[in-house]
């Protein structure tokens, strides 16, 4: 079966520094682009961040960029996310989720999801 | 930036009736839009990719439509499992993918 499980959310002060970890079960992981997705309480869906099957190739939104690093270690069947100078707007549950297509840098869209780690920013 | 607009914000219906979603592009998407369905405490599932493929184990009740900038997601006698917030999605072959605010489902 097909998991990814995030973890490492917390209440960090602003201007603080929190790594979100994902990890992925049931497929061939270093195959697929993964990618982190928030969600501000009681609000849509924000895509932030995605890396490639190798992680050669890295993706942010412009609302993270220069704050947050994606990586992954394929060895292990893990993503991560590096989050500094975090914001109170940056508050949301984190998710982490992926489109199983091989030969491709990009997904697309997102066929599995995990069930999200919550950041709270706030002093 | 391509912006997703969806409407209503909010459909109250009675189960056994059907919902229409809609769900618009502010420029031409082709048919590359996803739906996804959330219910509360959980990740997001996707329901439709391509406009109107289902994804695999979708329900039939559940069809997509549209092209270019129009786009919707019907559901078809509501089950009392489809009460949910439903988005919409443009995705592309390069990042980042754009997702619509939400239309909650909810019971008449």
């Known amino acids: 079966e097909v998991q990814v499980l995030e973890s490492g959310g917390d209440l960090v002060q602003p201007g603080g520094s929190l790594r979100l970890t994902c990890a992925g079960s049931g497929f061939i992981f270093n195959t697929y682009t993964m990618s982190w997705v928030r969600q501000a309480p009681g609000k849509g869906l924000e895509w932030i961040s995605g890396?490639?099957?190798?992680?050669?190739?890295?993706y942010y939104a412009d609302s993270v960029k220069g704050r947050f690093t994606i990586s992954r270690d394929n060895s292990k069947n893990m993503l991560y996310l590096q989050m500094n100078s975090l914001r109170p707007e940056d508050t949301a549950t984190y998710y982490c989720?992926?489109?199983?297509?091989?030969?491709?840098?990009?997904?697309?869209?997102?066929?599995?999801w995990g069930q999200g780690t919550l950041i709270t920013v706030s002093s | 930036d391509i912006v997703m607009t969806q409407s209503p914000v909010t459909l109250s219906v009675s189960p056994g009736e059907s919902a229409t979603l809609s769900c618009r592009a502010s420029?031409?998407?082709?048919?590359?839009v996803a739906w996804y369905q959330q219910k509360p405490g959980q990740g997001p599932r996707l329901l439709i990719y391509?406009?109107?493929t289902r994804a695999t184990g979708i329900p039939a009740r559940f069809s997509g439509s549209g092209s270019a900038t129009e786009f919707t997601l019907t559901i078809s006698s509501l089950q009392s499992e489809d009460f949910a917030v439903y988005y919409c999605?443009?995705?592309?072959?390069?990042?980042?993918?754009?997702f619509g605010q939400g239309t909650k489902v909810e019971s008449k």
């Open positions: 999605q443009q995705y592309d072959n390069r990042p980042p993918p754009r």
């Open positions: 391509g406009a109107s």
């Open positions: 890396i490639s099957g190798s992680g050669e190739s890295t």
């Open positions: 420029q031409n998407v082709g048919t590359n």
């Open positions: 989720a992926f489109r199983p297509v091989r030969g491709a840098l990009w997904g697309g869209y997102f066929n599995y």
